[in-house]
């Protein structure tokens, strides 16, 4: 076995049997059991039992209390000082203080705590249409001419694609395209949250305890460099693939569930497997290989291992501006300029054009053009990368890490120029 070859053996091997390494494995189907088991269990519980109601109107406080809703019930309450000793005394969550006009209905709701936006959504809606009833009294409004009145404008949005003059609708592989590319942005983010510290660390642990000059004495720096390199990258990837035994293992245990069936009713195959789908997976591929590089460099910049976290703060500040871009604007408005912009930016590029693809505001051949350019400036930093390695590796900077990078580069040119 060649020399890099037992260094990925080794980092491979040291990190997959970790307890780290375990737990990064259970805790999404630890989420997902919690998530099942919740709603299978609790679904349909809610803190919300009794809502007390007072009005100036006592008719309208019964009619009102008579009203079924399967998330709480509610009370009449004779005056607001009743209903204040009695949600002080926690035998109502909230109550409501009803006023009745002649052509306005207004309510203001008190709790001690927030009853959240679904309840007070529907209580929102109810108040709605008792003003709504008023009003229909009052211009002597049939029910049936009420109905008509309220209700709302039918609005439909398709995407369309054009084959030979045709226009054929889009809708699913659109829908589709989104939902993966929303999935490879998320995976993308936990892994490099999850693996750039462990990257950095593999490369600065020998550096904090100085026997870099008796492992440099036996192999290259570029080998030990892209040892580790590999070596946990070949973990993140064995993440990966256990991920995808267990989705093809789901698959065939839950695919008779109706929520499945319907999933899988929605899902092109023609996407997935379409030149779209793969150019959205080589962005999420090339990108975590591009942070990975990032970390890498990072971390031999440090001269001890404890000072691993603040190193890689610029790796960690990068990825969330990606993904904030392309959760917030990428997925609402993927037509901004800064989303366009950044599509074409390395480390950004692959939050944000995938999005775009998937939205269809940028061409196929505008993807491949951000990819090539993500791929080649993922190759030319990992060669700097590694040159600066073989430059500082040896270098115990105690000036932090823009000044060990400063350094690094110094030592670089000087022996450019011996050579």
Do not use: W
Request: proline share 2%; hydrophobic share 45%; net charge positive.
């Amino acid at each position: 076995m060649s020399k890099m070859g037992i260094i990925i053996k080794d980092v491979y091997k040291k990190n997959v049997k970790s307890t780290a390494f375990l737990i990064m494995i259970l805790a999404p189907f630890l989420l997902m059991g919690i998530f099942y088991l919740s709603q299978h269990f609790f679904g349909d519980a809610n803190d919300i039992n009794k809502i007390g109601i007072v009005s100036d109107q006592p008719a309208v406080a019964e009619q009102l209390a008579k009203t079924k809703n399967k998330d709480y019930s509610f009370k009449v309450v004779a005056s607001d000082k009743k209903a204040q000793k009695q949600l002080e005394d926690k035998k109502i969550d909230a109550y409501l203080d009803l006023k009745m006009g002649e052509e306005q209905v207004s309510g203001k709701l008190y709790s001690k705590a927030s009853l959240g936006t679904s309840t007070e959504t529907q209580l929102q809606q109810i108040l709605s249409s008792m003003q709504a009833t008023i009003r229909a009294n009052q211009l002597n409004l049939t029910p049936a001419q009420v109905q008509k009145v309220m209700e709302p404008a039918k609005f439909e949005s398709t995407k369309v694609t054009f084959e030979k003059g045709k226009m054929e609708s889009d809708d699913g592989d659109s829908g589709t395209q989104f939902i993966l590319s929303f999935l490879t942005t998320i995976i993308m983010f936990v892994f490099i949250i999850s693996y750039s510290s462990i990257i950095a660390q593999e490369i600065a642990s020998e550096k904090g305890t100085r026997i870099m000059e008796v492992l440099l004495s036996s192999m290259k720096a570029k080998t030990h460099y892209y040892g580790k390199l590999l070596g946990v990258l070949l973990v993140a990837l064995t993440q990966l693939l256990i991920y995808g035994v267990a989705l093809v293992f789901g698959y065939r245990q839950f695919k008779d569930m109706p929520m499945v069936k319907d999933l899988i009713n929605n899902v092109s195959i023609k996407t997935l497997l379409g030149s779209s789908a793969l150019v959205i997976i080589a962005f999420m591929l090339v990108g975590l290989f591009l942070y990975a590089v990032l970390s890498a460099l990072c971390g031999s910049l440090v001269s001890k291992p404890e000072d691993t976290a603040k190193a890689i703060q610029p790796v960690m500040y990068l990825s969330m501006i990606g993904y904030m871009l392309g959760l917030i604007l990428g997925t609402s408005d993927p037509t901004n300029v800064i989303i366009k912009v950044t599509s074409y930016i390395p480390f950004l590029s692959s939050y944000s054009m995938p999005l775009r693809l998937a939205s269809n505001t940028a061409a196929l051949s505008s993807a491949f053009v951000s990819l090539g350019i993500l791929v080649l400036f993922t190759i030319l930093l990992t060669v700097f990368s590694a040159q600066l390695y073989k430059s500082n590796v040896l270098v115990y900077s105690e000036g932090g890490t823009f000044s060990a990078l400063k350094q690094s580069i110094s030592i670089m040119q000087n022996d450019r120029k011996k050579k």
